[in-house]
């Protein structure tokens, strides 16, 4: 390993012979730093707000325990609307988006009767529903 070898060098101009320089005391001295320190600091107080992040709501997948169940009959139209308004209002549906969520949650035969209905392609959820329990006679409109 090669051997380093230190040398010392000698500093060609003082700082009095600066030209321009100025210096005020041209003693050496020692640092000693003070035997305590009060510092204090003044920090803002920030108020710190707590962001609650929750999920989106999702409708629930046909078939499952939480799905709104619809067997074609009117005695069972007015649990199967409220269950579904209830969803499709905590995912936030409106509109067509909500008339198109309830016709996923029928049987076959329900599904292309409801969807075949001109209200069905409009943008109106309530003229839809008013549409809707106009076909279930016996449907006595009680929730």
């Known amino acids: 390993m090669p051997e380093i070898k230190q040398e010392s060098f000698e500093t060609p101009h003082m700082p009095n012979s600066i030209p321009g ?26 108020a710190q707000h707590t962001t609650m992040y929750t999920m989106p709501y999702e409708m629930p997948f046909h078939g499952t325990d939480r799905t709104p169940k619809f067997d074609g009959t009117p005695d069972m ?7 579904y308004e209830e969803c499709a209002d905590r995912a936030g549906l409106q509109g ?14 329900d599904r292309e009767l409801w969807a075949g209905l001109p209200e069905a392609q409009a943008s109106n959820y309530n003229a839809f529903m008013k549409e809707i329990k106009v076909m279930y006679l016996g449907w006595d409109g009680k929730r």
């Open 21 to 46: 320089g100025r210096i005020l005391l041209n003693l050496p001295f020692a640092y000693t730093p003070p035997t305590s320190i009060k510092l204090i600091v003044s920090m803002p107080t920030i």
């Open 77 to 83: 139209l007015a649990e199967f609307i409220d269950m």
């Open 96 to 109: 067509l988006d909500k008339i198109k969520g309830i016709i996923k949650y029928l049987e076959r035969d």
